[in-house]
């Protein structure tokens, strides 16, 4: 088993910066991809930012500019710059666990709630 537990959500002005990080823990070595994902209210899941488990970054084509995921092993963070009221959400993190060769899931977080005040 794998949990993530996520950190650094709260509540800032527009403008200013967060930094969240997602740390894993139990079957750690399992670990693939990590990434962060954002909910908002009254909207789908969506995606942020992923990096593999080399530290290759991949991101949303809107987030590209202000948001920066990078990784330390089963730590993932991603920092958000430039803040704006639209980026207010719950931000989870996953991560690709593949415990056997036969058997891939998604490991979720409990989310942690970014809001950004105008």
């Known amino acids: 088993q794998v949990q993530l537990t996520e950190s650094g959500g709260g509540l800032v002005q527009a403008g200013g910066s967060l930094r969240l990080s997602c740390a894993a823990s139990?079957?750690?070595?399992?670990?693939?991809?990590m990434g962060w994902y954002r909910q908002a209210p009254g909207k789908e899941r969506e995606l942020v930012a992923d990096i593999t488990s080399g530290g290759s970054p991949n991101y949303a084509d809107s987030m590209k500019g202000r948001f920066t995921i990078s990784r330390d092993r089963n730590t993932v963070y991603l920092q958000m710059n430039s803040l704006r009221p639209e980026d207010t959400a719950v931000y989870y993190c996953n991560a690709k666990v593949t415990p056997t060769i036969e058997y891939t899931y998604i490991q979720w977080g409990q989310g942690t709630q970014v809001t950004v005040s105008s």
């Open positions: 139990g079957r750690t070595r399992s670990i693939g991809d």
